[in-house]
């Protein structure tokens, strides 16, 4: 069965079975490494895509689920590294071991669209994605300043 998924503005034709986890197309088969393998169980968020805009966890969604539907990685958000939560990221120096960033990052992008002027509150409530290194000061510094770069 070929299944068409709209990655990052590109159609892809992928002959996986529906069930199979979008997080391994997206990583094994279509070779977008940005998004990252943490838990497997939807609680770390190092794995988190964009679904038609909305922060989603791909390694509990099937293909089945996002047929049709719009999917941005993280090498979708900008090709150049210009969008507003990378630039904060990179200013503002967010990582250490990097392992969980781009999740976060795609996190952060969806909050953003949707809030562009979060309290932290809004931040704590919405970005649930887990980092290790315990960098959610500068995080949470580097949410506000993509705030800033969007106005």
């Known amino acids: ?12 034709e992928v002959t996986e079975s529906p069930e199979t986890p979008l997080l391994w197309v997206l990583r094994d088969g279509l070779k977008l490494t940005g998004t990252k ?9 190092a794995c988190t ?3 038609d805009g909305r922060q989603v966890r791909s390694c509990g969604l099937t293909l089945a689920d996002v047929e049709g539907r719009s999917i941005t990685t993280i090498e979708g958000l900008s090709s150049d590294r210009s969008h507003p939560v990378q630039r904060a990221w990179a200013e503002l120096d967010v990582p250490e071991c990097g392992y969980c960033q781009s999740g976060m990052i795609m996190a952060v992008a969806s909050l953003l669209a949707r809030n562009t002027s979060p309290s932290d509150r809004d931040i704590d409530r919405t ?10 000061n500068r995080v949470r510094a580097a949410i506000h300043r ?3 770069l969007m106005t």
């Open 1 to 12: 069965m070929t299944i068409s998924l709209d990655v990052n503005g590109k159609i892809h």
């Open 37 to 45: 393998y943490g838990c497997g169980i939807e609680s770390c968020g």
């Open 49 to 51: 895509v964009l679904i």
């Open 127 to 136: 970005i649930t994605n887990i980092c290790r290194c315990g960098t959610y």
């Open 146 to 148: 993509a705030a800033e």
